[in-house]
């Protein structure tokens, strides 16, 4: 199985940098790890949209579409659980 690539929008990318550093490592190390397993267990799928996920790192949540037939992952979100849903 090919190895999908993993980008993020620049919004996550500003929320990444607010998380505090020893989160941050987590949620980098489950974002990079999408790249293997697109759909790891426990990932769950939004009401709503099409390949549209959600994978939880403690208490923060990392939102991302899938895209099989390009085999790319683009991360749509990451941050907390109280305010990653608004």
């Known amino acids: 199985m090919a190895s999908y ?3 993020l929008t620049r ?3 500003k929320q990444l940098r607010k998380i505090a550093k020893r989160d941050r490592n987590r949620v980098v190390d489950a974002i990079g790890g999408l790249a293997d ?3 790891p267990h426990g ?5 709503g ?3 549209v996920y959600r994978i939880r790192v403690g ?3 990392i939102v991302y579409e899938v895209f099989d037939d390009r085999v790319v992952v683009i991360v749509l979100k990451v941050g907390h ?3 990653i849903y608004r």
């Open 81 to 83: 659980r109280k305010d």
């Open 43 to 47: 990932a769950r799928k939004l009401q």
């Open 59 to 61: 208490k923060y949540r």
């Open 49 to 51: 949209y099409d390949d």
């Open 11 to 13: 919004t996550a990318e």
């Open 5 to 7: 690539s993993v980008e």
């Open 37 to 39: 397993r697109p759909r």
